[in-house]
């Protein structure tokens, strides 16, 4: 199985700042790559998926890059509804594979 | 506009098979443009996929290796549903269920994967 790590594992950030997180494939995913996002108690949502693409109803301020082993969510200003977990999801080969989640939180 | 309506026990005793249902609106679970997975979520295990079936001029399901020799996902065309049944549960396969749609963007020659309506979960406590 592809594993998939992200970083960090919780951050703390206020409204108004540029957020990134990071995922990393165990091998080569090429742009292969969803982001969720899920809020307590709530079923995961999707944000972007083939790497860079945003889904329909998403904000701009989400943007996601990379290839290969490497990819990067971008929350360009952060929003009170941002504060979340947000996970990575691999779609090269079965099974798909999430990473751990990254917990965004107020500071 | 689609939506995913689960049902299904919320507790199942060590040994016996855990059954759940998601009904679909909105769409067809016999679209040859999507594919209907479920995912479960623990502490312990994070998200996992478990499976899917779609329909392709006949049906397909695959399943996660993990779970593959104690999993069947079936569709019901007539109720436009589909289900999952998990056999010989024990507390490892205590989880928030989900079911979930699978779409396919069609890009530069590839096939990229995504999972974009989900239902709402059904907690499943195994326990005696």
């Known amino acids: 199985d592809i594993q998939m790590t992200q970083s960090p594992s919780s951050l703390s950030a206020s409204v108004g700042d540029r957020v990134t997180i990071t995922c990393r494939a165990s091998?080569?995913?090429?742009?292969?790559l969803n982001w969720y996002q899920q809020k307590p108690g709530k079923a995961p949502n999707l944000l972007i998926y083939?790497?860079?693409s945003l889904q329909s109803g998403v904000p701009s301020r989400f943007s996601g890059s990379g290839s290969g082993t490497d990819f990067t969510l971008t929350i360009s200003s952060l929003q009170p509804e941002d504060f979340a977990t947000y996970y990575c999801?691999?779609?090269?080969?079965?099974?798909?594979?999430f990473g751990q989640g990254t917990k965004v939180e107020i500071k | 506009q689609i939506q995913l309506q689960q049902s299904g026990p919320g507790l199942v005793k060590p040994s016996q098979t855990l059954s759940l249902t998601c009904a679909i609106s909105?769409?067809?679970?016999?679209?040859?443009?999507?594919?209907w997975n479920w995912i479960r979520q623990s502490p312990s295990r994070g998200l996992e996929w478990l499976g899917r079936?779609?329909?392709?001029?006949?049906?397909?399901?695959e399943y996660a290796v993990s779970v593959k020799s104690r999993t069947t996902i079936n569709p019901d065309t007539s109720k436009n549903q589909f289900s999952l049944q998990l056999n010989s549960v024990t507390s490892e396969d205590t989880a928030v269920y989900y079911c979930?749609?699978?779409?396919?963007?069609?890009?530069?020659?590839?096939?990229?994967?995504?999972?974009?309506?989900w239902g709402k979960g059904t907690t499943v406590t195994v326990s005696s």
């Open positions: 979930a749609r699978g779409r396919w963007y069609n890009w530069n020659g590839g096939y990229y994967y995504y999972m974009d309506v």
């Open positions: 909105g769409d067809s679970v016999s679209s040859t443009s999507a594919a």
């Open positions: 079936t779609y329909y392709r001029s006949k049906w397909y399901n």
């Open positions: 091998q080569s995913i090429n742009n292969y």
């Open positions: 083939a790497a860079s």
């Open positions: 999801q691999q779609s090269y080969s079965n099974p798909w594979t």
